[in-house]
């Protein structure tokens, strides 16, 4: 079994920073992909960043120059530094983590996730 938990949210101002965290345990062989995806109420769930081996990185079009995602191997967490933020910033935020098992079977985990508001 693959945990994922992630923490960081919370209320900002618009023009305001936050940073998410996302820790993953379990029985872990490696960690290919870490991906940030959001979701605002009535909408459907959107890629927020993503990043791979060797820092690959990709990012939603709304957020590129304001987010910076990145990856600390050593303790299986990934990040993602939010500034600027907007009020259309506003959703949950769920990390997902995609590698091998112990077993080299492949894994899927999702957090469980963190609310983000945006609002003065």
């Known amino acids: 079994q693959v945990q994922v938990v992630e923490s960081g949210g919370g209320l900002v101002q618009p023009g305001g920073s936050l940073r998410l965290s996302c820790a993953a345990s379990?029985?872990?062989?490696?960690?290919?992909?870490l991906g940030w995806y959001r979701q605002a109420p009535g909408k459907q769930r959107e890629l927020v960043a993503a990043?791979?081996?060797?820092?690959?990185?990709n990012y939603a079009d709304s957020v590129k120059g304001r987010f910076t995602i990145s990856r600390d191997d050593a303790k299986n967490t990934v990040y993602l530094q939010m500034n600027s933020l907007k009020p259309e910033d506003t959703a949950v935020y769920y990390c997902?983590?995609?590698?091998?098992?112990?077993?080299?079977?492949?894994?899927?985990?999702w957090g469980q996730g963190t609310q983000v508001t945006v609002s003065s």
């Open positions: 997902n983590v995609q590698g091998l098992k112990l077993s080299m079977a492949p894994f899927n985990a």
């Open positions: 990043i791979t081996s060797g820092e690959t990185t």
């Open positions: 379990g029985r872990i062989f490696k960690i290919n992909v």
